[in-house]
């Protein structure tokens, strides 16, 4: 690295850690490259664990100081709450069961998440899932580029922003870390890390660590969340000029329940509890509510038709389990002065399923019902169809509950490597080679249940699938996807000015390739299949035959590629102040599932081919960075292109996508850390959005009956029908959030607590309330819920207590952690989509509306306890 230092005499000051560098990019080359700081002044790299770096690109941090202050075990994503444009809505209070991610109105499928520089985002929906992450006790720091990527972001998703965390460096003394937690809803968690100190001659050093956590779902009498966490690092540092190689491993298992995911329903006719379109809460109380639980499902009573049982059928009484891990290496080397290479390869495994039950048919299904019977068994119309006896009565007449979870397999492969090169002292360039291939496995088999209602097993795939009378085991839907992206990249920074000045110019070119293997027919635009058990299967010929314009099993390989800008501009006037301004180019490819709905349509139109999303983000800005004080302000603009809507339907997993065009999105984000004494710190933060969608979306076309009934203006068939969505904001995002954190610490007692207000989100594009499923001619059908979720305040309290009175070390201490402290109701994640089917635009209706969507409930008041010793 290279420092120029002039730093006033004050400075002598200073403690040590905050002239250490910090970690602010994502791959060690991005990290390494952005190390290369000139320090014309005082050095200020964080205030109070908050940083904003001194990047042309709009950036905040976060560091362990902030992270250790939140819920034991709480998700990462979480914590990030604090940084301005950000909101996450957590589903409990300790980070086991999931949330939703927005930044600055980009869904978490469009932002980048990496660990270590290695992408989490499902290779094939480009999902989050916040539940997975690393131990907070382990992430030495997270950064957030609020609305751009690093030139060799290994992803295909961002069009937006990217969220980086990065695993502690093993430290060189020996020590061990242990940590019990205890909280409401029979939460434990227990944590151990211990540093192993350098034990080679070489200077090597590791870490090992594991934890276990569970708890009760809050809002039932059934559920509970179970996860298991196993991680490893170990660092050889090469020389004394900071090279190093360096391997972890990391192993997440959990064992969650659904819950609270519940329609946005406030009529009449709403009864709370845990059955399909009743649970959405009007008071606090009516969170909590019960599900049948003990029960028994309808056991073989001898001959005759027999149908299930509600037994194991509630939503809360689904499973969402998952293994995952990953292997992750970094190095880097000095190959001569000035000349370092680095080079990233990791390896991910993923095993993981959601959903539910379905009935399973002993018997067979007509897939010609027009023009005489023929019988077949399959995964048909929703349902399986075995042929068989499943219970064991006798005949092939019943209905039985079976567990149809969707499942997916992923092995992903990947490597980012960087080559810089010092010109001189005020110009450097990098060029990056980025790899990354994930073959994804969706398949659906299903699987037998207890007489209580619990599935024997949560994995069918690999334990005892069912079979039809044929052998074939049956699946719901049977794709095989491999997701490739080969991306080079180059970047130049000069320093001009005597450093005042900074330009980065950046070029990142990836090279996507999608092959898709889709082994059922696709019935529908929504992505309904109908499946055989095989792309070879008779069956196939027979159901194609009959059926010769659905499309059938078959393979689809696409292609996109783009040059994607990346140029930035910092003005430091100043030894505290700087000016920057920033533009990239973001691309999102689209995701497996609007691929394979894709294949509804034949493979030669252009609707088996969608477009790509493309944005242009612009940041400009101001900093004023000192050692007490850390604040930023920026205003942004995104033009959005080829935006995908969509529509999502849990029952069923099926999501249909529509192109929103051109999106015009821009705001202001804000944030300021203040520390005037070392015992007190202080820190607000605010944003403010607005989006507008440009055009009127096309959702369909008139069909004959619609014609015939004048429904939506329908004067003939095949004329378009159009969504109204022009000049509506985008669907769930808020508005506008603010809050702030204040800390003060008394003697051994520090205490903090941190608010913030989120604004109201849309639910659907056409930023319309939600309609009961009732169209009463000739009026409208009844509204039951506003066209915007409530604004909401979440208030969080901790407290800690060290224990070096007592005679113990400082590295033990009791905390105190309240979550929701005002125990606020408030609706979580939802799914936001275009909007509700059947509904068009104000007073324009094509039929009954469509299902309500279903929403999470946000997490209620948590009061957990923590007692960390550390030697």
């Avoid at 991680?231 to 360096?246: K, Y």
């Avoid at 808020?734 to 051994?748: A, D, I, N």
């Avoid at 979580?828 to 009954?848: D, H, I, K, R």
Wanted: proline share 6%; with cysteine; glycine share 10%.
């Amino acid at each position: 690295m290279k420092f120029r230092h002039t730093l006033a005499a004050s400075c002598a000051l200073i403690p040590v850690a905050l002239l250490s560098t910090p970690a602010f990019a994502q791959s060690t080359g991005s990290q390494d490259f952005e190390d290369e700081i000139v320090v014309t002044g005082v050095s200020a790299t964080d205030v109070a664990g908050i940083a904003s770096p001194d990047t042309s690109k709009a950036k905040s941090v976060l560091g362990q100081e902030v992270i250790a202050r939140q819920n034991p075990g709480q998700t990462i994503l979480d914590t990030i709450n604090l940084i301005p444009g950000v909101n996450f809505t957590n589903n409990d209070a300790y980070g086991s069961a999931g949330g939703q991610l927005t930044i600055r109105g980009f869904s978490a499928d469009r932002i980048s998440l990496t660990f270590d520089g290695v992408p989490l985002n499902d290779s094939g929906n480009y999902a989050i899932y916040s539940n997975q992450q690393l131990d907070p006790e382990l992430i030495e720091q997270v950064n957030v580029n609020l609305g751009s990527t690093d030139v060799d972001s290994p992803t295909a998703a961002a069009t937006g922003s990217t969220v980086n965390y990065r695993t502690m460096v093993p430290t060189e003394e020996f020590g061990v870390k242990l940590s019990g937690s205890a909280g409401e809803y029979e939460f434990m968690r227990i944590f151990g890390l211990v540093n192993t100190g350098e034990f080679t001659p070489f200077g090597t050093r590791a870490f090992l660590s594991a934890s276990t956590a569970s708890n009760n779902n809050p809002y039932n009498n059934y559920g509970r969340l179970r996860k298991k966490q196993f991680n490893a690092r170990i660092w050889q540092p090469i020389g004394d000029n900071g090279d190093f190689v360096s391997v972890a491993g990391h192993y997440n298992v959990n064992r969650n329940n659904f819950f609270g995911s519940v329609p946005l329903r406030l009529d009449a006719n709403r009864v709370v509890g845990s059955g399909s379109g009743n649970r959405f809460p009007i008071t606090k109380d009516e969170r909590e509510y019960d599900i049948a639980y003990p029960c028994q499902i309808n056991t073989a009573s001898g001959p005759g038709a027999q149908a299930p049982n509600a037994c194991g059928t509630e939503f809360d009484r689904r499973y969402n389990p998952s293994n995952t891990g990953n292997i992750r290496g970094a190095s880097k080397f000095t190959l001569t002065e000035g000349v370092v290479l680095t080079i990233d390869p990791s390896y991910q495994y993923v095993k993981a399923n959601g959903g539910g039950t379905t009935t399973g048919n002993e018997g067979f299904r007509d897939i010609n019902p027009g023009a005489g019977v023929t019988n077949s068994t399959g995964y048909l119309a929703g349902q399986p169809y075995f042929g068989r006896d499943l219970n064991g009565d006798g005949d092939i007449l019943d209905r039985v509950t079976v567990v149809a979870p969707s499942q997916t397999q992923t092995h992903r492969y990947g490597v980012i490597a960087n080559l810089r090169w010092d010109i001189n002292e005020n110009h450097t360039v990098r060029a990056g080679f980025t790899y990354d291939r994930a073959r994804h496995r969706q398949t659906g088999e299903v699987g037998f249940v207890q007489l209580n209602g619990e599935p024997f097993s949560v994995f069918p795939v690999t334990d005892n699938p069912l079979a039809d009378a044929t052998g074939v085991v049956l699946q719901k839907r049977d794709r095989l996807s491999y997701a490739i992206l080969t991306q080079v990249s180059g970047e130049y920074r000069g320093e001009w000015a005597d450093g005042r000045l900074i330009t980065t110019v950046g070029i990142r070119a990836p090279f996507f390739k999608r092959d898709l293997n889709n082994n059922c027919f696709t019935s529908s635009d929504t992505g309904f299949v109908e499946c055989f058990g095989s792309a070879t299967d008779p069956r196939n010929a027979i159901y194609a035959g009959l059926n010769p314009t659905v499309q059938g099993p078959q393979q689809r390989v696409l292609k996109y590629d783009d040059i994607l800008p990346n140029v930035g501009l910092l003005f430091k006037p100043n030894s505290q102040m700087s000016v920057f301004a920033n533009y990239s180019k973001g691309l999102q490819v689209p995701g497996t599932d609007a691929l394979y709905n894709a294949f509804f349509f034949a493979p030669t139109t252009a609707s088996a081919r969608p477009e790509p999303e493309t944005s242009d983000n612009f940041d400009l800005g101001v900093r004023y960075r000192t050692s007490k004080i850390q604040a930023q302000i920026s205003g942004w603009f995104t033009k959005y292109d080829n935006r995908l809507a969509s529509a999502f339907d849990p029952e069923t997993d099926r999501n249909l996508y529509r192109n929103l065009g051109r999106v015009d999105k821009y705001g202001i984000d804000g944030s300021i850390a203040y520390q005037p004494v070392p015992e007190l710190a202080l820190y607000v933060f605010g944003s403010w959005m607005k989006s507008k969608i440009k055009d009127n979306v096309q959702s369909g076309e008139c069909t004959a009956a619609q014609v015939a009934g004048g429904i939506a203006g329908c004067t003939a068939v095949g004329q378009p029908i159009f969504v109204a969505t022009a000049g509506n904001r985008e669907s769930g995002a808020p508005e506008y959030s603010f809050g702030g954190t204040v800390r003060g610490t008394l003697g051994p007692v520090e205490l903090g607590i941190t608010g913030k207000r989120t604004g109201g989100r849309f639910i659907y594009d056409t930023n319309l309330p939600v309609y009961a499923q009732t169209l009463p001619a000739p009026a409208a059908p009844t509204v039951v819920y506003p066209a915007k979720t409530n604004a909401y305040w979440l208030v969080n309290l901790d407290a800690r207590l060290s224990l070096e009175w007592a005679g113990l070390n400082d590295q033990t201490f009791l905390q105190l952690n309240v979550y929701n402290l005002f125990d606020s109701l408030y609706v979580g994640n939802y799914t936001a989509g275009l909007n509700q089917g059947g509904v068009l635009g104000p007073n324009v209706f094509t039929g009954t509306p469509s299902a309500v969507p279903n929403a999470q409930i946000g997490a209620p008041r948590t009061i957990s306890a923590t007692l960390t010793v550390g030697f």
